[in-house]
Nanobody, 118 residues
Framework: QVQLVESGGGSVQAGGSLRLSCAAS?????MAWFRQAPGKEREGVAS?????ITTYAESVKGRFTISKDKNILYLQMNSLKPEDTAMYYC?????????????????WGQGTQVTVSS
């Protein structure tokens, strides 16, 4: 069982920055950030495998950075745009899945809201 606790969401103006954090209670093979805007499907934002390999959605490349320090996963979000507005979820796969595939993730955080105004 892995518990995930997220923090760091909020409201910013376009062009601003936010950093999301996700504390994990157990071993994880893949960890990732997903987001879901109202009326849309949940989509992958960035993932990180236990060996450090990362992936990013095309829409956030060059603006977002995923990193991990001990048991805390971070998402540094710069140059935020109104279209980044969504509920952001941290997710964890304890073993062997494909990190960019949402079906790999067994554990989910409660979500943290990010709102970007123009």
């Amino acid at each position: 069982q892995v518990q995930l606790v997220e923090s760091g969401g909020g409201s910013v103006q376009a062009g601003g920055s936010l950093r999301l954090s996700c504390a994990a209670s157990g071993y994880t093979y893949c960890m990732a950030w997903f987001r879901q805007a109202p009326g849309k499907e949940r989509e992958g934002v960035a993932s990180r495998r236990s060996d450090g390999i990362t992936t990013y959605a095309e829409s956030v490349k060059g603006r977002f950075t995923i990193s991990k320090d001990k048991n805390i996963l971070y998402l540094q979000m710069n140059s935020l745009k109104p279209e980044d507005t969504a509920m952001y979820y941290c997710a964890a796969d304890p073993g062997g899945g494909v990190c960019r595939d949402i079906r790999s993730y067994k554990y989910w955080g409660q979500g943290t809201q990010v709102t970007v105004s123009s």
